[in-house]
């Protein structure tokens, strides 16, 4: 990045993300101010370029749309380098896209030589498209994933252009406070959270799973004492007084039920 006394900025961006869960349509949403409804997938890599002005910079920003699909990794990984922006794309309508947000982050951090625990230099938000459809991944469960990893959340649709100007807004204020802060995004630009992944996890396996044994992580064929000691610690880690995570209080009564269902069978 340059500094701030030449007033330009050469940015570039990726987006990743399964195939169809709609990079290309937010980039061309973005940078055409139009929609695509006819699927056409990504071969390799798709590329968009705009330039604007914001605080004083004149921006020029060029965007990577990876192909989500295995066989191009190849081209993809080729791309990761002096990346600044990283747009990590799911589909609402569409589980499967948000369960595999984790196989992106993992090739990322390989691509960025990340080891875990440390901390990117890229910005990075998570973007839940689509939500003019029907959706079926919750705003507060995705918003839960991405804020604990510590990353920023947005909900678009590139059909209607809903929330796309706000996420790039976001995006070039985000770039620019990192290029004045050293090349180092500052902390003013990372989400607050005071919970943990693993609380986080517990809230999505309780609410998402109507099984009682699969919400306490148990098998059918567990014994009195495995639910009353996967009760204890779930208990522990989700108890409004113990856990700041949204979504706590109401993992903590199906956590309640649960228990007392599984142990009204031992009784029988």
């Keep these: 990045m340059t500094t701030k006394s030449d007033y330009l900025l050469r940015l570039k961006v990726i987006s990743l993300g399964n195939v169809t ?17 006819k699927y056409m997938a990504t071969i390799g890599i798709d590329y968009g370029v705009t330039r604007l002005r914001v605080r004083n910079y004149d921006i020029r920003m060029n965007i990577f749309d990876f192909s989500g699909h295995p066989l191009f990794y190849e081209v993809r990984n080729e791309f990761y380098r002096d990346v600044q922006g990283i747009l990590l794309v799911f589909d609402l309508s569409n589980r499967r ?9 993992c090739e990322m951090k390989k691509e960025l030589n990340l080891n875990n625990g440390q901390k990117s230099p890229v910005i990075i938000f998570v973007v839940g498209n689509k939500n003019d459809l029907k959706r079926v991944i919750d705003e507060n469960e995705a918003k839960l994933w991405a804020n604990v990893r510590g990353y920023q959340y947005f909900e678009t649709s590139a059909a ?18 990192t290029n004045e802060n050293g090349g180092v995004p500052p902390a003013s630009n990372q989400p607050n959270v005071n919970f943990t992944i693993e609380q986080v996890e517990a809230i999505n396996r309780l609410r998402n799973n109507k099984d009682n044994f699969e919400r306490l992580g148990l098998r059918h064929n567990c014994t009195k004492e495995d639910v009353l000691t996967a009760y204890k610690r779930l208990a522990k880690l989700l108890h409004p007084d113990k856990s ?20 009204n069978r031992f009784e029988k």
């Design 97 to 105: 896209s948000f369960d595999t947000l984790d196989y992106w982050l």
């Design 160 to 177: 209607t252009g809903a929330g796309v100007q706000e996420l790039f807004d976001n995006l070039f204020s985000a770039l620019i406070d």
């Design 21 to 37: 869960v709609g990079k290309s349509c937010l980039i061309k949403r973005y940078c055409e101010k139009r929609f695509v409804s």
């Design 244 to 263: 700041d995570a949204p979504g706590s209080e109401d993992a903590f009564k199906l956590l309640l039920n649960a228990k007392t269902e599984l142990l």
